[in-house]
């Protein structure tokens, strides 16, 4: 089966042959040859490499073909090294000066397994850099070197520049390499949780001591999961009081059948040369007197002083050490020795029988840690992660601290790297461990996700019965690769990876046809049978605009009818998440359809005109007008499109939409209902509803919105109708009904259940009925609510309108600072959008900002940009805009001109049925004539001002009429 995966290459050359083709004979020459390459192939196959083939005189290894192994570079720079010190003797054998260079690098390849290597970028790699090399010489690449970095040293040389390669590749010539040192050190953290593990552990130990018993205790751990961290723990806290010997059993390497026992025994000395002499000759003495004499000796040891006897990593244990332990765990029993072991679970595959039937042994499992305790270790990793990457770490490494730490430097770093090499590496070599058809599934798992269906991976592994693989995800379950999950699908069972990061493993090692192939198989079985996922158009979208990336990467071109399902799957899910008034999830998906549609297709325009729809709402006006002139383009008649195109004229262009609007939408209401479309109805009466809106006619906008919100409900268009809906409420805030009566429809449309759109359009209304109430906390606060429920929508034009909802309550609460802040927030959003008719409301009320804070010229320079940007119909501005200037006039002293903006505000806001704004016009020409002596006519305005703000239910407007009564009587 093909597959890709990260090896290890090794090239190696011999120098100066054709000097030598020149000194021997042929027949001569080819024997040398022949006698170093069987000492080369020798030495790479003991070390878990296969030689993919000789060209002339070099020679070409692989690590991780057949099989990759976690430590296959380490693997490749030790076979390396050992054939530099072999070849001298070989050479010197045949009376020969002979070198050899070497180049060695690690990167992904695909292979066709069983079959010879595919040719891959690492591998060229490597070539060059044998190159490079002088004679003598090994050189490492840089994805190598991080791999074994604990276990060399290197010197870096300058860049190499290589021919078909855009960067320069990096090379490190190796100096020195400890024989048994692992690849990578593991840096230490100080210990987090494991409280429990430790008291058991010290527990068994004391037991040991008191009783004077041999104990076998076994941490059993995923990799990296802390077991060696455990053990640490434990020898440092018990300290002088034991004797400790600690070995560690090596992945592979000739004579390592008793190393772990003799690296137990070396800091002994002298006193345990000729037991270690004999376990590293192995066959001096039968495996009976040898097991018998470490027995002896480490009873005799323990005479003096308790002994801990740690062996780690036995997973990689040959048998002949396991029956030793064996031996000495049963027949030791009357000496305190503790033989402490830690393993990855793989041992019990091996082992099966290991510590079971023994009264005296303990095994433990050790389990991820904690959230609490992931947190202070990235805490210890001096943590500067934002909080997305941190989530995202934490996330993914699920409790396996050696995956937190990996992740957290490659994040910090920056990397778009999804798994770190060393965990790549060591995952990869846990799933080619697996039976193949074991692998096949969780490859097929893999593409679902992180939790899979049974019945989805039968189909993808074209099984008969979905319960032919039950057997098999019953191993893995066992292997603790995957566990069960909770099912989405009724009557099907599920399962979810240990980690994120064996999906993934399983994932990257299927080769991009394949992946191809599965995601569309399985778009189409979730169609097929996944009745219950309500998302099924986001997720088999998601399937196929998978299988398309990868097509493209294989080939450049895709199958229309692929790219043509995807789109269409993405678009009913944009839809859908338009509905729900979601628009940062709406725009992905339509954005992401509009990619995949193929060009001239009825469905491109479709998606075209919901983006667009879904742009206005976001504020982005000027890429809605891109898209609609494409649409308009391709489809020049259609109602969609047009309505579309009018509601964007509303927000861009509102002096001439009114006018458009008014011209055609009669006919298309009528058009609309003979066709009894709701949908479209729904759209055309909001489009009859800003005619009126923008016009300052509350009354009849809201008539327009409300028969607005039926049809969208007809239509179950919920999106369209928390909209109508919500934008009720904002006829409400500005009309004659008074503050109770307000507060009475937000309680009756909190009843139909609003989603969160519609939820914020009601804080926002309720906002306006503490504000009118004269309490500003409560109206800042249920502002706030609402602009962060409109922001976390992702609607900017909303936003603007909290801001400006917040402005108003300030200059209410006579804070005009607070309200210029806000305003000049929401001047900013709009005026990035290129929205025009909220904003020339915004720079009005600027403009009155400025005049209370007594900057005349600034507050100008406001008015002259609201009267620019506002449409003729739009009286608030022109109300708001004049009373400022009868101000500015009055501060001036020209009080006959103060007298005639006056009356004009008034004129414009009487133009409105907005009640608090005729006061506030009112009011503001109460002022003027008071100022000019004009009592009685002052008098009177104010009197008509209070009426008004009383009407309204706006107290703070009544006290300050009152307040200007007091004053001119
Ligand atoms: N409880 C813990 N507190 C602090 N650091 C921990 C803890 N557990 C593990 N670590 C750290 O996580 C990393 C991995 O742990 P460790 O090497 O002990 O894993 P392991 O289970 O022995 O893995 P392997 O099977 O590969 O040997 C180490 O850097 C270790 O210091
Ligand atoms: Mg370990």
């Given amino acids: 089966m093909a597959a890709r995966k990260v090896i290890t290459a090794l090239f190696c050359d011999l120098v100066g042959s054709t000097a030598l083709g020149e000194e021997l004979d042929p027949e001569a020459l080819h024997g040398v040859l022949g006698r170093c390459f069987e000492a080369i192939t020798a030495t790479i196959e003991r070390h878990g490499g296969t030689v993919q083939k000789y060209a002339g005189d070099a020679v070409l290894a692989v690590f991780g073909i057949p099989r990759v192994h976690e430590d296959d570079a380490l693997r490749a720079v030790r076979a390396a090294d050992e054939i530099g010190r072999l070849l001298p003797r070989v050479a010197d054998e045949l009376g020969l000066a002979l070198e050899f260079r070497t180049g060695i690098n690690t990167g992904l390849v695909h292979t066709d397994e069983g079959r010879t290597l595919a040719m891959g970028d690492a591998v060229n790699v490597a070539a060059r850099l044998e190159q490079a090399a002088r004679p003598g010489e090994i050189l490492l690449g840089a994805e190598t070197l991080g791999l074994v970095r604990n276990a060399v040293d290197v010197e870096a040389l300058a860049p190499l520049t290589v021919k078909g390669k855009a960067e320069p590749v990096e090379a490190f010539r190796l100096l020195r390499l400890d024989p048994v040192a692992p690849g990578v050190s593991r840096a230490d953290f100080s210990l987090v949780g494991r409280e429990y593990e430790l008291r058991l552990l010290r527990g068994v130990w004391d037991r040991t001591v008191e009783e004077s018993r041999c104990q076998l205790f076994t941490l059993l751990g995923t990799a990296g999961v802390g077991k060696s961290r455990l053990v640490d723990e434990l020898l440092a806290r018990v300290g002088e009081a034991a004797t400790i010997l600690r070995g560690r059993c090596l992945h592979y390497g000739e004579g390592i059948t008793f190393w772990p026992i003799a690296e137990a025994l070396t800091p002994l000395g002298e006193s345990s040369q000729s037991i270690r002499d004999r376990l590293s000759s192995g066959g001096a003495a039968t495996p009976g007197e040898l097991f018998w004499e470490v027995r002896r000796f480490l009873e005799a040891l323990a005479e003096r002083r308790p002994v801990i006897l740690h062996v780690d990593d036995l997973h990689w244990a040959e048998p002949m050490l396991i029956d030793l332990l064996n031996h000495i765990v049963d027949l030791s029993q ?68 050696l995956f937190l730490r990996e992740l957290a430097v490659l994040a910090r770093e920056g990397a778009e790297v999804d798994i770190p090499p060393t965990i790549q590496a060591l995952l990869a070599e846990r799933l080619e461990r697996l039976p193949s058809e074991e692998r096949l599934l969780l490859e097929r798992g893999a593409i679902e996700g992180q939790v899979f269906h049974r019945s989805a991976v039968a189909a993808l592994a074209q099984s008969d019965s979905p319960l032919d693989v039950e057997l098999p995800l019953a191993d893995l379950v066992r292997k603790d690769l995957i566990r069960p999950h909770s099912a989405n699908v009724e009557g099907d069972e599920a399962f979810r990876f240990r980690h994120l990061l064996i999906r993934d493993a399983a994932y990257e090692r299927l080769p991009k046809a394949t992946r191809a192939d599965l995601h569309e198989r399985y778009a189409h079985w979730l169609e097929d049978t996944a009745v219950d996922f309500l998302e099924v158009d986001e997720i088999a979208g998601w399937h196929l605009e998978q299988a398309v990336r990868h097509e493209r990467e294989l080939r450049h071109e895709v199958d229309p009818r692929l790219m043509r399902d995807a789109a269409q799957h993405l678009y009913a899910a944009g839809r859908r998440a338009g509905d729900r008034s979601d628009l940062v999830a709406a725009r992905n998906f339509l954005d992401r359809a509009l990619v995949l549609a193929p060009g001239g297709d009825q469905l491109r325009g479709r998606i075209a005109v919901a983006l667009a729809e879904q742009l206005i709402e976001a504020g982005d006006l000027a890429r809605a007008d891109e898209l609609l002139v494409a649409a308009e383009h391709e489809h020049a008649e259609s109602a969609p499109v047009s309505l579309t195109r009018l509601e964007w004229l509303v927000y861009s262009q509102p002096g001439e939409a009114n006018q458009t609007i008014e011209s055609i939408l009669p006919r298309m209401l009528e058009e609309l209902g003979r066709s009894e479309d709701d949908r479209e109805l729904a759209k055309a009466h909001m489009l009859a509803f800003w005619v009126q809106w923008t016009a300052n006619r509350a009354t009849l906008a809201a008539e327009q919105v409300r028969l607005a919100a039926r049809h969208a409900r007809r239509a179950g268009d919920i999106g369209l109708w928390s909209r109508a809906l919500g934008w009720y409420v904002g006829t409400l805030i500005w009309g004659p009904q008074n503050a109770r009566a307000i507060a009475g429809e937000l309680d009756a449309i909190e009843q139909e259940e609003p989603g969160p759109y519609l939820l914020a359009f009601v804080e926002l209304g309720r906002g306006e009925v503490a504000r009118l109430d004269g309490r500003f906390d409560e109206a800042r606060a249920l502002t706030g609510r609402a602009l962060d429920g409109f922001r976390g929508l992702g609607t900017t034009t909303m936003a603007a309108t909290c801001e400006q909802s917040l402005a108003w309550i300030e200059l209410s609460a006579g804070v005009a600072e607070a309200a210029l802040a806000s305003l000049l927030r929401a001047d900013a959003i709009l005026a990035e959008s290129g929205e025009r008719s909220l904003r020339s409301t915004t720079q009005a009320m600027v403009a009155r900002s400025y005049e209370l804070l007594g900057r005349a010229d600034a507050a100008l320079a406001a008015i002259e940009l609201a009267e620019e940007l506002s449409a003729p119909q739009e009286a608030i501005n022109y109300a708001i805009t004049h009373d400022v200037r009868a101000r500015l006039a009055l501060g001036a002293g020209d009080d006959d001109a103060a007298m005639a903006w006056a009356k004009s505000a008034v004129d414009y806001a009487l133009k409105t049925d907005f009640v608090d704004l005729q006061g506030g016009a009112r009011l503001g020409l109460a002022v003027v004539l008071d100022a000019c002596d004009r009592l009685d006519d002052a008098r009177t305005e104010a009197r008509a001002a209070l009426e008004l703000f009383e009407a309204k239910g706006d107290r703070p407007g009544a006290q300050r009429a009152e307040a200007r009564l007091d004053r001119i009587s």
């Fill in 334 to 401: 009357s000496a305190p020795v503790l033989v402490l072991c830690a393993a990855r679970p793989e041992l019990l595959e091996d082992y099966a029988g290991w510590g079971g039937g023994k009264l005296n042994a303990t095994t433990v499992m050790l389990e991820p840690l904690g959230n609490t305790e992931c947190e202070q270790l990235l805490e210890q990793l001096g943590d500067e992660l934002g909080r997305q990457a941190r989530e995202r770490v934490m996330e993914t490494s699920e409790g396996n601290p």
